[in-house]
């Protein structure tokens, strides 16, 4: 046994005087003599609450895991003393939270009893503390590593208390047929656990070295402090002891009592989630998800196991809590951001809506230019793509898919694409379309922490989900052999599924608000979203594009951007996909869009600008025939990225009777402004240089306002459309996505209305993270990307007018602008793309830095030439200015001039 005792002073980050020593009566412990007590360490900033004269709003418990300690919570318990100190929480309309962060027995700077103790133990020795403490309610329970176990123990049994829950990664459940994490495997092999976690540190420390970006010596050396021997390390290993990795260890039953128990825990809860935890990974935040599918999700991509070290975990949880979790004196609810759509009953139509219609038609539905067998396209009728969605639904039902559940499509566009999407849309699954374009690294991340159920794919896809990782149960688009099936964990394939299907009965059909499909940003500025869309919400996208466009039945659609040709069933067109490599489409050609459209006798064509550039590039090979089916196209469009007058003029004349149009929009709102050619041209002579991008006007019920930059760059100015004024571009459609997957706090960021009002006020709205202005005919300017503000002592420039201004000289074929510095003082840093085209990187020579100098009408500091500007692999377009800032400021430090 060994006393409990305070801290030494001082430990980084933690602050001395919230520290405190209570003494327990173990009555609750089995055997134990009545007249005993157990001593306990605890952080608690109650008393200097009381200083403050403030009453909290109620509790947050903190339990750690192992092998930390109260000292994990230092953070939270600071920020939380500090909100009530400085006002902050009344001012964000919240009260302050008293915070009690304990060690657990045998643990941190607590007793220790010399016991072995199990989780059932540890749940009872909590709340032994809490009523010694005459905690009262509301409290929030806070759990981290297996201290979320413990604390979710406590919660489910003090309802009466309960306001909410709050997990950092942990686990309450591991599968019989999945093993447990290999560091936990390693640490419990019983020649090894004593040695490992309690003889030496070699457990404490590999949990240290899990931090991202690494600890510092100082805050190792804090959660080190109560650990410095191996006496004090005996909890360590009895921690790691109680893991009940089978039905016949002690903790078991416990372990499946809490949860169990979670399904009917209805609290607010929050899960702030570190993805690369080699522990606790997204394996385990989708089990506590499938218990508890009210909470609030938010993954930080990169963070891992010490979540508390590697994101400010704290102002995020008491930023949930001021939301989420209301004051005693307002039991009001408070609505999800999200997750909420209202949908017109008179105008739904469901995504299958013509495949019903059309079921019995032999008109084309659907070409495929490159089939996987044969060389002559594939032309599916309505009749046979409507049966084979119908089996093939009917099919995964008979699996066992069943509404709600995920279902990766691992399948490039074409037949069996867009059969297997419609399929799964029509029984209720969630499609998670992760295309192919966001690159390995990006698509394993996306596919990773959506958590599918069920991955489809053809063998290539299937080959990378096995070899990767990647979850959900495989069905193949084609059979496979027997042996390759095993190997690669296929257990059904579309021909399979399709004749479990044949006498089937398809279920009812999935309700408006009923999330049905998970799409993905194009990770251009940061990881990639995951942004989820309603059946009501892909609905209201097809009715837009119908009636912006006239896109309906009879209309031929050529679509070189997947999103879009997958859209086609649900316009009643006949979409065809050009013969192309859709992860570049710069591999487009000319030819391949004119034979695309000879095939589909296609009206409407829609290509990225990407793709529009190899377009221009390889028409000379086009024939008489080829011009001839391109002159009957009536509209073009090309979107995804910025598209130059010159360039969208050079496509125009390649289709001379086409309309040549080129939208605005994103991931979570396909269709929110339009312009046409003539339109740009006209805005041309009006704007000598122009500082964006003119986009147009609102389309498709679309709302465009602008929340004006403060002098520093940020957007706080109330949302409105005067002309002029610079700022984050807001808006509002129908056709808006419904919130991001898994990213509550990115949710609540982009939806933050500042103070729309009027009949705008009841719209759902959307911060795009796109800065830009109106003017004043109501047109959209898109200056460039809030993250890609540059910050000078001389205020805030944003990208796209410096780049615009600098590609006006002869020998730019492309620029960027980035900041250079420390924000508030950067330097505005010109890098391009020369022609002819440089062979390495340097510095611009002193005539060409001097005619960009003088086209740009801010300071220039430098001018630097690249062979190739970094840009996006889905749209091969998109600059990444952020990587390239960081780039130039080690060019600029005298670092080697490596390409970017």
Not at 471 to 497: D, H, N, Y
Not at 739 to 749: E, F, G, N, S, V
Request: glycine fraction near 10%; aromatic fraction near 4%.
């Amino acid at each position: 046994m060994q006393s409990a005792r305070l801290p030494p002073v001082p430990l980084d980050g933690l602050d001395e005087r919230f520290s405190r020593l209570v003494d327990v009566p173990r009555e609750a412990e089995s055997g134990a003599a009545p007249d005993r007590v157990s001593t306990w360490h605890i952080l608690d900033n109650g008393d200097r609450l009381a200083e403050l004269g403030v009453k909290p709003a109620g509790t947050i418990l903190c339990v750690h895991g192992n092998p930390t300690w109260s000292y994990l919570w230092r953070r939270l318990v600071s920020a939380a003393t500090e909100m009530a100190a400085t006002g902050a929480g009344s001012a964000a309309g919240t009260e302050a939270w008293r915070v009690i962060a304990v060690d657990q027995l045998e643990m941190g700077f607590s007793e220790r009893t010399g016991r072995t103790r199990t989780l059932a133990d540890r749940v009872l020795d909590l709340s032994g503390l809490t009523d010694e403490l005459q905690l009262a309610g509301p409290v929030v329970t806070f759990g981290h590593d297996w201290g979320g176990v413990v604390s979710l123990g406590w919660a489910l049994a003090h309802p009466e208390l309960l306001a909410g829950v709050m997990l950092l990664n942990t686990a309450v459940h591991q599968p019989a047929d999945t093993a447990i994490p290999a560091p936990l495997r390693l640490a419990l092999n019983p020649a090894l656990l004593k040695a490992s976690t309690v003889t030496s540190p070699a457990f404490l420390e590999t949990t240290l070295a899990l931090a991202h970006p690494p600890l510092t010596r100082a805050v190792k050396d804090g959660y080190r402090a109560p650990y410095r021997s191996a006496a004090r390390r005996g909890g360590i290993g009895g921690f790691v002891a109680d893991i009940p990795v089978g039905p016949e260890h002690e903790s078991h039953a416990a372990l499946e009592k809490i949860a169990g128990g979670l399904r009917e825990l209805t609290v607010p809860s929050l899960f702030l989630w570190g993805p690369s935890d080699p522990i606790f990974g997204d394996r385990y935040l989708d089990d506590l998800i499938d218990r508890m599918p009210h909470a609030d999700v938010h993954r930080f991509e990169g963070a891992g196991h010490l979540i508390a070290e590697d994101v400010d975990y704290a102002q995020a949880a008491l930023g949930w809590l001021a939301s989420r979790v209301q004051p005693r004196s307002d039991p009001a609810e408070v609505a999800a951001p999200g997750q909420t759509t209202s949908v017109t009953s008179a105008e739904y139509r469901p995504l299958w809506h013509f495949l019903d219609e059309l079921e019995d038609s032999v008109e084309t539905a659907l070409i495929e230019m490159r089939p996987a067998t044969g060389a002559r396209p594939l032309q599916v009728s309505w009749q046979l793509l409507s049966r084979r969605v119908r089996e093939i639904a009917a099919g995964l039902v008979r699996i066992g898919v069943r509404p709600g559940d995920r279902v990766s499509l691992l399948v490039p566009p074409g037949a069996d694409l867009t059969a297997v999407l419609y399929a799964c849309v029509r029984v209720g699954a969630i499609v998670v379309v992760a295309d192919a374009g966001l690159g390995l690294k990006g698509l394993s991340r996306a596919v990773r922490g959506a958590q599918a159920d069920y991955v489809i794919g053809r063998l290539p896809g299937l080959t990378a989900a096995r070899a990767l990782g990647w979850p959900g149960r495989a069905i193949s688009t084609a059979r496979l052999p027997a042996a390759v099936a095993r190997t690669l964990g296929v257990s059904w394939s579309l021909g399979e599924l399709a004749r479990l299907g044949q006498d089937t009965p398809l279920p009812p059909e999935p309700r408006p608000t009923q999330a049905a499909a998970l799409l993905f940003t194009s990770g251009s500025t940061g990881p990639a979203k995951g942004v989820v869309y309603t059946h009501g919400q892909l609905a209201a996208v097809a009715r837009a594009l119908s009636r912006q466009y006239g896109v309906g039945p009879g209309t031929g659609l050529v679509a070189g951007f997947a999103p879009f040709a997958l859209l086609g069933p649900a316009l009643g067109t006949t979409s065809v996909t050009p013969d192309m490599d859709v992860t570049a489409p710069a591999t487009l050609t000319a030819t391949a869009v004119a034979d695309a459209v000879r095939v589909a006798r296609a009206s409407v064509v829609f290509l990225s600008p990407a793709a529009l550039v190899n377009v221009d590039a390889t028409k000379a090979a086009l024939t008489d025939s080829d011009r001839e089916a391109l002159a009957g196209v009536r509209i073009f469009l090309s979107a995804g990225a910025p598209v130059s007058e010159h360039l969208l003029a050079r496509a125009a004349a390649l289709m001379p009777n086409a309309q040549a149009h080129t939208p605005y929009g994103m991931t979570e709102g396909l269709l929110l402004t339009d312009i046409d050619l003539d339109e740009i041209r006209q805005t041309v002579p009006v704007v000598g240089t122009p500082s964006g991008v003119c986009v147009g006007r609102p389309a498709a019920g679309s709302r465009v306002l602008v929340s004006a930059l403060d002098d520093v760059g940020d957007a706080v100015g109330s949302p409105s459309d005067t002309p002029d004024v610079t700022g984050e571009i807001v808006v509002s459609a129908p056709h808006i996505k419904d919130h991001y997957d898994r990213l509550y706090l990115t949710d609540r960021q982009a939806l933050r209305g500042t103070g729309v009002t009027g009949a705008d006020g009841a719209r759902r709205w959307h911060r795009t993270g796109d800065v830009g202005h109106l003017d004043d005919v109501g047109r959209l300017w898109v200056e460039g990307r809030m993250v890609h503000l540059i910050r000078t002592p001389a205020g805030v420039i944003t990208p796209v007018g410096p780049e615009l201004q600098s590609e006006r000289v002869s020998r730019v074929a492309r620029a960027a602008a980035v900041g250079v510095g420390p924000a508030g003082t950067q330097q505005l840093v010109i890098v391009v793309e020369t022609s002819p085209a440089s062979r390495r990187v340097r510095l611009a020579e002193h005539t060409l830095a001097a005619e960009v100098r003088a086209a740009v009408d801010a300071p220039v500091a430098a001018v630097i030439v690249v062979p190739r500007l970094p840009t996006d692999i889905r749209h091969n377009s998109k600059i990444d200015r952020a990587g390239l800032a960081d780039w130039a400021t080690g060019i600029l430090s005298g670092g080697r001039m490596g390409k970017p």
